[in-house]
Protein backbone atom coordinates (compact mmCIF):
# COMPACT_ATOMS: atom_id res chain seq x y z
CA UNK A 1 0.00 0.00 0.00
CA UNK A 2 2.84 2.54 0.76
CA UNK A 3 3.96 2.35 -2.97
CA UNK A 4 0.04 2.83 -3.83
CA UNK A 5 0.11 6.14 -1.33
CA UNK A 6 3.52 7.22 -3.12
CA UNK A 7 2.69 6.64 -6.28
CA UNK A 8 -0.79 8.55 -5.65
CA UNK A 9 1.48 11.61 -3.91
CA UNK A 10 3.92 11.32 -7.03
CA UNK A 11 1.06 12.00 -9.38
CA UNK A 12 -1.02 14.96 -6.87
CA UNK A 13 2.35 16.78 -6.74
CA UNK A 14 3.39 17.38 -10.86
CA UNK A 15 -0.20 17.64 -11.56
CA UNK A 16 -0.37 20.70 -9.45
CA UNK A 17 2.77 21.58 -10.66
CA UNK A 18 1.11 21.14 -14.47
CA UNK A 19 -2.21 23.12 -13.07
CA UNK A 20 -0.05 26.21 -11.81
CA UNK A 21 2.12 26.22 -14.99
CA UNK A 22 -1.39 25.71 -16.87
CA UNK A 23 -2.54 29.34 -15.59
CA UNK A 24 0.67 31.04 -15.73
CA UNK A 25 0.61 30.23 -19.46
CA UNK A 26 -2.68 31.29 -20.19
CA UNK A 27 -1.90 34.74 -18.53
CA UNK A 28 1.34 34.99 -20.45
CA UNK A 29 -1.05 34.04 -23.84
CA UNK A 30 -3.48 36.96 -23.34
CA UNK A 31 -0.97 39.71 -22.21
CA UNK A 32 1.10 38.53 -24.83
CA UNK A 33 -2.02 38.50 -27.14
CA UNK A 34 -3.38 41.55 -25.67
CA UNK A 35 -0.51 43.64 -26.57
CA UNK A 36 0.08 42.08 -30.06
CA UNK A 37 -3.29 43.17 -30.95
CA UNK A 38 -3.28 46.54 -29.90
CA UNK A 39 -0.10 47.20 -31.61
CA UNK A 40 2.30 48.38 -28.85
CA UNK A 41 5.74 49.54 -29.92
CA UNK A 42 8.59 51.07 -28.37
CA UNK A 43 11.70 52.08 -29.25
CA UNK A 44 15.57 52.32 -28.03
CA UNK A 45 18.43 54.29 -29.17
CA UNK A 46 21.28 52.18 -30.34
CA UNK A 47 24.27 53.97 -29.23
CA UNK A 48 24.28 54.76 -25.65
CA UNK A 49 21.24 53.10 -25.30
CA UNK A 50 21.22 49.40 -26.23
CA UNK A 51 24.96 49.72 -27.03
CA UNK A 52 28.20 50.73 -25.51
CA UNK A 53 30.59 52.41 -28.41
CA UNK A 54 33.51 53.82 -27.47
CA UNK A 55 35.28 55.04 -30.34
CA UNK A 56 39.07 56.84 -31.21
CA UNK A 57 38.49 60.06 -33.08
CA UNK A 58 38.96 58.50 -36.25
CA UNK A 59 35.90 56.93 -35.76
CA UNK A 60 37.03 53.86 -35.27
CA UNK A 61 35.09 51.84 -32.74
CA UNK A 62 37.34 49.76 -30.39
CA UNK A 63 35.14 48.79 -27.88
CA UNK A 64 31.40 47.70 -27.88
CA UNK A 65 29.00 45.69 -25.26
CA UNK A 66 25.64 45.45 -24.54
CA UNK A 67 24.33 47.77 -21.90
CA UNK A 68 22.59 44.93 -19.43
CA UNK A 69 19.82 46.77 -18.34
CA UNK A 70 17.96 48.26 -21.44
CA UNK A 71 18.75 45.39 -23.08
CA UNK A 72 16.63 42.82 -20.40
CA UNK A 73 14.33 45.58 -19.97
CA UNK A 74 13.58 44.79 -24.12
CA UNK A 75 14.20 41.24 -23.83
CA UNK A 76 10.86 41.63 -21.39
CA UNK A 77 8.91 43.80 -23.10
CA UNK A 78 9.61 41.45 -26.50
CA UNK A 79 8.34 38.86 -24.20
CA UNK A 80 5.30 40.34 -23.20
CA UNK A 81 4.39 41.00 -26.86
CA UNK A 82 5.49 44.99 -27.21
CA UNK A 83 7.12 45.14 -30.69
CA UNK A 84 11.15 46.50 -30.08
CA UNK A 85 12.32 49.35 -32.82
CA UNK A 86 16.48 50.63 -32.78
CA UNK A 87 16.71 53.83 -33.86
CA UNK A 88 20.46 54.28 -35.12
CA UNK A 89 22.12 57.23 -35.53
CA UNK A 90 24.39 57.14 -39.23
CA UNK A 91 27.38 57.96 -37.48
CA UNK A 92 26.99 55.16 -35.66
CA UNK A 93 25.95 52.32 -38.19
CA UNK A 94 29.52 50.58 -38.66
CA UNK A 95 28.94 48.04 -35.99
CA UNK A 96 25.01 46.98 -36.23
CA UNK A 97 24.93 43.06 -35.30
CA UNK A 98 21.88 41.46 -35.64
CA UNK A 99 20.06 42.12 -32.16
CA UNK A 100 17.99 39.48 -31.20
CA UNK A 101 15.37 41.29 -29.66
CA UNK A 102 14.44 44.18 -32.95
CA UNK A 103 11.75 44.18 -34.62
CA UNK A 104 12.80 46.86 -36.57
CA UNK A 105 16.16 48.60 -37.22
CA UNK A 106 16.20 52.67 -38.36
CA UNK A 107 19.11 54.25 -39.37
CA UNK A 108 18.48 58.09 -39.52
CA UNK A 109 20.29 60.96 -41.21
CA UNK A 110 19.57 63.82 -38.57
CA UNK A 111 17.23 64.28 -35.59
CA UNK A 112 14.02 65.55 -37.90
CA UNK A 113 13.94 62.21 -39.33
CA UNK A 114 14.29 60.52 -35.75
CA UNK A 115 11.21 62.87 -35.07
CA UNK A 116 9.33 61.60 -38.41
CA UNK A 117 9.65 57.95 -37.74
CA UNK A 118 8.47 58.58 -33.88
CA UNK A 119 5.73 60.39 -35.05
CA UNK A 120 4.84 57.78 -37.59
CA UNK A 121 4.93 54.57 -35.85
CA UNK A 122 3.15 55.94 -32.80
CA UNK A 123 5.37 54.17 -30.00
CA UNK A 124 4.51 54.42 -26.63
CA UNK A 125 7.57 54.54 -24.63
CA UNK A 126 11.08 55.90 -26.10
CA UNK A 127 14.31 54.29 -24.25
CA UNK A 128 16.88 57.41 -25.24
CA UNK A 129 20.59 58.84 -23.96
CA UNK A 130 20.29 62.01 -25.18
CA UNK A 131 18.82 65.36 -25.32
CA UNK A 132 17.94 65.09 -28.90
CA UNK A 133 16.57 62.08 -28.44
CA UNK A 134 14.16 63.29 -25.72
CA UNK A 135 13.39 66.61 -27.55
CA UNK A 136 12.01 64.34 -30.35
CA UNK A 137 10.17 62.07 -28.33
CA UNK A 138 9.09 65.18 -26.50
CA UNK A 139 7.82 66.85 -29.92
CA UNK A 140 6.08 63.54 -31.16
CA UNK A 141 4.34 63.13 -27.83
CA UNK A 142 5.70 60.21 -26.44
CA UNK A 143 6.54 59.19 -23.38
CA UNK A 144 10.48 59.08 -22.76
CA UNK A 145 12.75 57.37 -20.33
CA UNK A 146 16.39 58.52 -20.39
CA UNK A 147 19.28 55.83 -20.49
CA UNK A 148 22.20 57.16 -18.75
CA UNK A 149 25.48 57.09 -19.99
CA UNK A 150 28.54 55.20 -19.33
CA UNK A 151 31.06 57.87 -17.61
CA UNK A 152 34.02 56.35 -20.96
CA UNK A 153 31.27 57.99 -23.92
CA UNK A 154 32.32 60.01 -26.39
CA UNK A 155 28.74 60.11 -27.70
CA UNK A 156 28.59 63.62 -29.02
CA UNK A 157 24.96 64.41 -28.77
CA UNK A 158 24.46 66.26 -25.87
CA UNK A 159 23.21 64.57 -22.46
CA UNK A 160 22.01 66.53 -19.63
CA UNK A 161 19.63 63.93 -17.73
CA UNK A 162 16.42 64.99 -16.10
CA UNK A 163 16.52 68.63 -17.65
CA UNK A 164 13.02 67.99 -19.29
CA UNK A 165 11.47 65.91 -16.67
CA UNK A 166 11.83 62.47 -18.29
CA UNK A 167 12.26 59.49 -16.45
CA UNK A 168 15.47 58.03 -15.66
CA UNK A 169 16.22 54.27 -15.83
CA UNK A 170 18.40 53.20 -12.95
CA UNK A 171 21.64 52.17 -13.30
CA UNK A 172 21.33 52.10 -16.80
CA UNK A 173 25.22 53.33 -17.14
CA UNK A 174 26.66 49.74 -16.90
Request: proline share 3%.
Amino acid sequence: MKIIDNTKEFIAKWFNRFKIFSHLFAIWAIIYTTTNICNFRVAFEYSDGIKFLAKKETGEVIEERTKILPSVVAFFMKFAGIKIDIIVDKENDLKIKNIPFADEIYIVENQNEKYEILEKKGYILFFANSDEGIIQAKKAGIKAIRIKRNPKSKNPLKYNPGSFGEKIMPLSEI
